[in-house]
């Protein structure tokens, strides 16, 4: 079945550092979903990728989604604490109902 | 946004029992839910698919007969966790999409403890 791999596991940063997460897939994606869960909560949308390529932003925030479908990855510029939580990209299978969920990425900001 | 709500947040049960927790939509209408289990620092795990009016679909690896799964209406899915045990223990959280191939709105999330 399908597997998304994200890498990092985990990554520490200091305040105002960069920071990105990157999302492997060994088959081609419909499409390409990331959340947020911060710690003790529930996975927050963020953005949805459709087309080959695509490059979408949301302030500090640039989501990518690469040539062939297989990857994605998510660049946070100059980290802030409020960006700590867990990053999961996840994609539609099954008729386009069904959510498989990366890995995810810990992300743990230093002030 | 769209609104999901879980109940309860969270469970302690004696091993042994059955505890039934609550996902509803409260400003749409999902013919679909999702049913998830995340152990601590780990991924959500799909554990089945949720569908109003018909069976719902189980995960490979995921027991029927353990996890009953019943969507009475449009905006409610419940699962059972039936004679449940020690390594039940875990977050369950439901999300459902607006539309097929759309966002997840997920739930608080029900953490269950079972002693």
């Known amino acids: 079945g399908q597997q998304v791999m994200q890498i990092p596991q985990y990554q520490h940063v200091q305040e105002g550092e960069d920071f990105t997460t990157y999302c492997n897939s060994s088959t081609t994606l419909s499409n390409i979903q990331w959340y947020k869960q911060r710690p003790g909560g529930h996975p927050v949308f963020l953005i949805q990728?459709?087309?080959?390529?695509e490059v979408k932003k949301q302030k500090r925030l640039t989501f990518q989604f690469g040539e062939a479908k297989k990857n994605s990855s998510l660049h946070i510029t100059a980290t802030q604490t409020t960006d700590v939580g867990t990053y999961f990209c996840a994609s539609n299978s099954g008729g386009y109902q069904k959510v498989t969920f990366g890995t995810g990425t810990k992300l743990q900001v230093i002030p | 946004g769209a609104v999901v709500s879980q109940h309860p947040s969270w469970v302690i049960c004696k091993s042994g029992t059955s505890v039934k927790i609550e996902c509803r939509s409260l400003d749409f209408q999902a013919t679909t839910m999702f049913w998830y289990r995340q152990f601590p620092k780990q991924s959500l795990m799909l554990m089945a698919t949720s569908n109003e009016g018909s069976k719902a679909t189980y995960e490979q690896g995921v027991e029927k007969d353990k996890f009953l799964i019943n969507h009475a209406s449009l905006t409610l899915s419940t699962l059972t966790v039936t004679s449940a045990h020690p390594e039940d223990s875990s977050f369950y959280i439901c999300?459902?999409?607006?539309?097929?191939?759309?966002?997840?709105?997920f739930g608080p999330g029900t953490r269950l403890t079972v002693t």
């Open positions: 990728l459709v087309k080959s390529g």
């Open positions: 999300s459902a999409p607006r539309w097929s191939g759309g966002e997840q709105y």
